[in-house]
């Protein structure tokens, strides 16, 4: 076992005092990494329907459902594929130079968005976009890992992954001043999503590549080298020169792993893309119903949704710390399905399903912690980014069928309420899965 770059805190000391200037940095990077995906994956969910207004032809709009499922099917095709992708390459060339690299062109490619002049355009835009957006979550969350101390791990996990809920909470907020403004006011949010390119230099100066990795990176060249020249390698060695995504399936325990963080991974993420996405027109059409403009409550509802979103993701993080990450992540997923009910099908009143929307994004969305705080610990060095990655993303290449099949649904069951419980049933898989792997609660990262 290893311990992270992260000194070790001494003792009686509050676990945020024990944290250099770097280690704030590298969470302020990955933070905001984070957040600029969030703004644009929210500003996505809010201006996807606008914009096919204005991009099919009028004889279509009746299946706008079906259209918008398929551009969130489409995105979250490219999120699994680049992210898979991104996981491997942070493992070779470094987490750092991998998030610079995903940030700005991702920020490129939301600002093309803007310029989509008919359905096919957009949707392979999206396409791009996700496949850089998903190149960026497990650069960061494994730099995150690697820098902070064992003691505090989770904590800054949950800080990290709120960054997802600040970019949401951004881009619902600059939807409800720039939604108003016309039929385009979706190109304005997407040209809005170029600015995050700016970011990057302020990150090439403020953060150091993780030693963890660039030591390990070091033996991986050295091990490779030996192998080269013709040399029995050891079987630490044999490791170290195996190609990482290969080494997610290398050996029966490994492999074993493997499949049960990505049924838990896939769990979280048709629970949000077949589910969350649908919170701001289902909160819209209620109001509509209430006699209140359907148009500002669509903001009002991504608001309140992702108010719920952050407290949840920074909450899990210190309750993992405090109780563990089994069974911190097996209440989140078990609130999360009881709590589908109460928004889509027991509530009516719009005032009541902005508070009961923060009430389930708390789980529903802030479960998605449970990825930076456990996975990092569950993976070697030598292969952490590519795990995370593979663990985080491939369930999107399954997923991806969720907003098709979510529409489809809604189209033809004639409502949310049906269509989100039936698809809620997933948690049940999440919650039984989580029982089987290990614990790994105040664990020095394995080497």
């Known amino acids: 076992m290893a311990t992270s770059d992260a000194s070790l805190p001494h003792a009686g000391q509050p676990w945020y005092r024990s944290l250099t200037r770097a280690q704030w940095n590298t969470l302020a990077a990955s933070n905001l990494g984070w957040m600029l995906d969030g703004y644009e994956t929210y500003a996505l969910i809010l201006c996807a329907v606008p914009a096919l207004r204005t991009l099919l032809d009028p004889s279509e709009l009746s299946r706008l459902p079906v259209y918008a499922g398929q551009v969130f099917a489409i995105t979250l095709l490219g999120w699994g594929i680049g992210g898979i992708i991104g996981g491997i390459v942070a493992d ?15 920020s490129l490619l939301t600002g093309l968005s803007a310029f989509a002049q008919d359905w096919s355009q957009f949707a392979l835009l999206r396409f791009l976009a996700g496949l850089a957006i998903g190149s960026e979550w497990a650069t960061g969350s494994s730099m995150m890992a690697e820098v902070w101390p064992d003691n505090a791990r989770g904590k800054g996990a949950g800080l990290m992954q709120c960054g997802l809920g600040i970019g949401f909470f951004i881009a619902s907020a600059v939807w409800v ?12 949010m997407f040209l ?11 990150i090439r100066r403020a953060i150091d590549e993780s030693s963890l990795w660039e030591r390990s990176d070091a033996r991986r060249r050295e091990a490779i080298k030996r192998r080269d020249r013709g040399e029995t390698l050891g079987e630490a060695d044999q490791a170290l020169s195996r190609f990482t995504f290969t080494a997610l399936f290398a050996d029966r325990s490994t492999r074993a792993q493997t499949v049960k963080v990505f049924l838990m991974s896939l769990t979280t993420t048709v629970g949000f893309w077949a589910i969350s ?7 819209a059409s209620m109001a509509g119903k209430a006699g209140l403009v359907a148009a500002q409550w669509a903001p009002y509802a991504g608001m309140a949704y992702t108010t719920g979103s952050i407290l949840g993701y920074a909450s899990f993080g210190f309750l993992a710390d405090r109780f563990g990450r089994r069974p911190v992540t097996m209440t989140y997923f078990a609130l999360a399905l009881l709590l589908t009910p109460v928004l889509f099908l027991w509530t009516t009143d719009p005032y009541w399903l902005l508070f009961f929307a923060a009430v389930n994004a708390f789980f529903s969305n802030g479960q998605y912690t449970w990825m930076p705080v456990w996975l990092p610990e569950l993976y070697p060095t030598r292969m952490r980014a590519t795990a995370m990655a593979f663990a985080f993303n491939a369930p999107r290449l399954i997923a991806f069928l969720g907003p098709i099949l979510a529409g489809q649904m809604i189209a033809t069951l004639g409502g949310f309420g049906r269509a989100a419980m039936t698809i809620a049933s997933i948690y049940v898989l999440g919650f039984v899965v989580a029982l089987f792997v290990p614990e790994t609660r105040g664990k020095s990262l394995p080497e």
Do not use: C, E, H, N
Request: glycine residues 8%; positive net charge.
């Open 92 to 106: 070779y060339i470094g987490r750092k130079r991998t998030m610079l690299y995903a940030i700005a062109a991702y």
């Open 277 to 283: 996405t649908w919170v701001p027109p289902f909160v």
């Open 192 to 202: 809005i999503g170029v600015l995050p390119a700016f970011v990057t230099l302020w």
């Open 177 to 188: 001043f720039v939604g108003p403004s016309g039929a385009d006011a979706w190109r304005t």
